[in-house]
């Protein structure tokens, strides 16, 4: 870490001595779940098991819910017919599903940018948003989960 990050500024010296005292440490990349099908025999999968947009896209809780939702509807619109019920839970959430996780990995470069351009730009932008007419002005046409 020192070797990357030692020589970075902002907030990486305070971060770097904060792990001195750390007992423990933990790292993980930011992934997707992408498979072709949720189901196999009489297992069917929902939220992050089997579509999880990223942790960059922030609504892991309320598409598992969601999926929960449709798969326990059409488990009772096929009357008994498991792999039917599967069948349409996928393809009513499949479309909904790719959006979202085309939209975390556009997000992606801008969140963790590669270059010091990209994070420097990043920076400003988010620097914008505490502008209070910019903040409002963002998020007054945010409206649903598409």
Not at 46 to 67: K, N
Not at 111 to 137: C, E, H, K, Y
């Amino acid at each position: 870490m020192r070797e990357v990050f030692g020589k970075d500024g902002w907030e990486c010296p305070d971060i770097l001595r904060a792990l001195d005292c750390a007992s423990d440490l933990y790292f993980d990349s930011v992934s997707q779940i992408r498979m072709e099908v949720w189901s196999h025999r009489r297992v069917a999968l929902i939220g992050d098991a089997c579509f999880c947009p990223s942790l960059l896209a922030g609504q892991g809780s309320a598409l598992a819910m969601t999926g929960a939702y449709i798969l326990a509807g059409e488990l009772k619109q096929a009357e008994g017919d498991y792999q039917k019920a599967f069948r349409n839970y996928e393809n009513l959430l499949w479309p909904v599903i790719i959006r979202k996780q085309r939209a975390a990995t556009r997000f992606a470069g801008s969140f963790a940018p590669r270059t010091r351009f990209g994070l420097f730009v990043r920076n400003q932008v988010m620097r914008l948003f505490s502008v209070p007419f910019v903040a409002i002005s963002r998020w007054a046409n945010y409206s649903s989960i598409d």
